[in-house]
């Protein structure tokens, strides 16, 4: 299979600034990465933009497998382009924060989950933000910012309009006794097959401020503004 990068490193190091352009029909049978750091750094300001093309794989903004920090990264799918797996903007394999990582996915469609910002392990998920748009389709998951470990989620937004997700929305969620403040969530004109979480603490901790809108939209599982699993604080949700 043809993996494709725009820049990467085997070891540790920085991945800041690459892009990558697919158009017109273009078909890649691999993964397709812009910014690819295979040990412990940060990845930064990558650039994927997809129009009318088919990958075949996981696309990634910025990755780097160790620890780090990823911000900034931003894919757009656009005019008919299809991704068979996942797509994900900022992504930490270790512990790091992920910020200002953003996704546009506007009259395509993606086959796998879609991510804006991901830390495997504890960090902090805030202000990444995706869209949905013009028929636009996501098969999987969809979460803003996520946090496998303990880290706050916050002020990442997720908007939905004339599209549709096929399992579970998630505006900010962190698996650990951390807080979810000021994640929003839009859904106008369009279908969400799953739950609708705008803020998700999965040990203890507050949830506050998270918002919800919904439009002439249908949510098959249940909505909720915040919600923790463990102890906690949920206040001014809506």
């Known amino acids: 299979d043809g993996h494709v990068s725009g820049g990467q490193t085997a070891g540790d190091g920085i991945a800041s600034g690459n892009t990558i352009s697919v158009s017109n029909g273009g078909t890649i049978s691999g993964d397709l990465v812009a910014g690819d ?16 093309s088919k990958v075949d794989g996981h696309v990634s903004g910025g990755q780097t497998a160790g620890d780090g920090i990823a911000s ?10 299809t991704i068979s797996g996942d797509l994900v903007a900022g992504d930490v394999g270790g512990k790091g924060d992920v910020s200002k990582n953003t996704i546009q996915i506007n009259n395509a469609s993606v086959t796998g989950n879609v991510s804006g910002g991901q830390t495997a392990q504890d960090g902090i998920a805030s202000g990444n933000s995706i869209s949905v748009s013009n028929g636009g389709t996501i098969s999987g998951n969809l979460v803003a910012g996520d946090v496998g470990g303990t880290g706050d989620v916050s002020y990442n937004t997720i908007q939905i309009s004339n599209g549709s997700v096929g399992s579970t929305v998630s505006g900010g969620r962190t698996a650990g006794d951390s807080s979810a403040n000021n994640n929003s969530i839009s859904v106008e004109n369009g279908s969400v097959g799953g739950n609708l979480v705008a803020g998700d603490v999965g040990g203890t901790g507050d ?32």
């Open 72 to 81: 900034g990264n931003s894919i757009s799918v656009s005019n008919g382009g």
């Open 37 to 52: 750091v295979g040990g412990t750094g940060d990845v930064s300001n990558n650039t994927i933009q997809i129009s009318g």
């Open 207 to 238: 949830v506050s401020n998270n918002t919800i809108q919904l439009d002439n939209a249908s949510v098959t599982g249940h909505v909720s503004g915040g919600q923790t699993a463990g102890d906690g604080i949920a206040s001014g949700n809506s």
